[in-house]
């Protein structure tokens, strides 16, 4: 498992700015993200997601673990099939942590409605490119671009989300 959250590290460094010594401590958006963290996070997660139980139509659980102006860094995990979304200023950079899941990026959502400004949810997506995803693997979806986790039934899946807001950096 170390294994498998030195690589996703590896992914995530050139696009976030770590905290690699004492001299950087304190420094407004500079984080460090260890496996410990990682494992602290997941198991909120996990208790999060046991207590919502199996009624819940979305079962989602989410922590953030770091952000600065325009970006901001979820560790999420979903216990099944949840919302299509677009977010109109946003890109994700979507990194698999454990499960499996299909990933459908592109295409139209379908029952599209409006959560908030600039953030379009769906039920699902239609004419997207699906792409299976496992531990390791990362999509970078584009702001203003439709997308959908799709997970198994009886199934969970925990990922990155690494969020960054183009009108935030302007």
Same mark, same amino acid.
């Given at each position: 498992? #170390?294994?498998?959250? @030195?690589?996703?590290?590896?992914?995530?460094?050139?696009?976030?700015?770590?905290?690699?010594?004492?001299?950087?401590?304190? *420094?407004? =958006?500079?984080? /460090?993200?260890?496996?410990?963290?990682? &494992?602290?996070?997941?198991? #909120?997660?996990?208790?999060? @997601?046991?207590?919502?139980?199996?009624?819940?139509?979305?079962?989602?659980?989410?922590?953030? @673990? =770091?952000? &600065?102006?325009?970006?901001?860094?979820?560790?999420?995990? #979903?216990?099944?099939?949840?919302?299509?979304?677009?977010? *109109?200023?946003?890109?994700?950079?979507?990194?698999?942590?454990? =499960? /499996?899941? *299909?990933?459908?990026?592109?295409?139209?959502?379908?029952?599209?409605?409006?959560?908030?400004?600039?953030?379009?949810?769906?039920?699902?997506?239609?004419? =997207?490119?699906?792409?299976?995803?496992?531990?390791?693997?990362?999509?970078?979806?584009?702001?203003?671009?439709?997308?959908?986790?799709?997970?198994?039934?009886?199934?969970?899946?925990?990922?990155?989300?690494?969020?960054?807001?183009?009108? /935030?950096? /302007?």
């Amino acid at each position: 498992m #170390r294994t498998l959250f @030195i690589l996703i590290l590896s992914m995530i460094i050139p696009v976030v700015s770590f905290a690699q010594s004492s001299s950087n401590e304190g *420094t407004a =958006g500079v984080f /460090k993200l260890t496996p410990e963290i990682i &494992d602290d996070v997941s198991t #909120r997660l996990q208790a999060q @997601i046991a207590e919502q139980g199996d009624a819940v139509m979305e079962s989602l659980a989410f922590e953030l @673990i =770091g952000s &600065d102006e325009g970006y901001n860094l979820f560790l999420v995990l #979903r216990g099944n099939t949840g919302t299509s979304e677009i977010h *109109t200023t946003v890109s994700d950079l979507h990194t698999a942590v454990a =499960g /499996k899941a *299909t990933l459908v990026v592109g295409g139209e959502l379908v029952n599209e409605f409006e959560l908030s400004p600039g953030q379009m949810r769906g039920t699902s997506v239609k004419g =997207g490119t699906e792409y299976s995803l496992r531990a390791g693997d990362a999509v970078n979806i584009p702001a203003n671009v439709a997308h959908h986790v799709v997970v198994a039934a009886g199934e969970q899946y925990m990922y990155f989300v690494y969020q960054v807001d183009s009108e /935030k950096l /302007k």
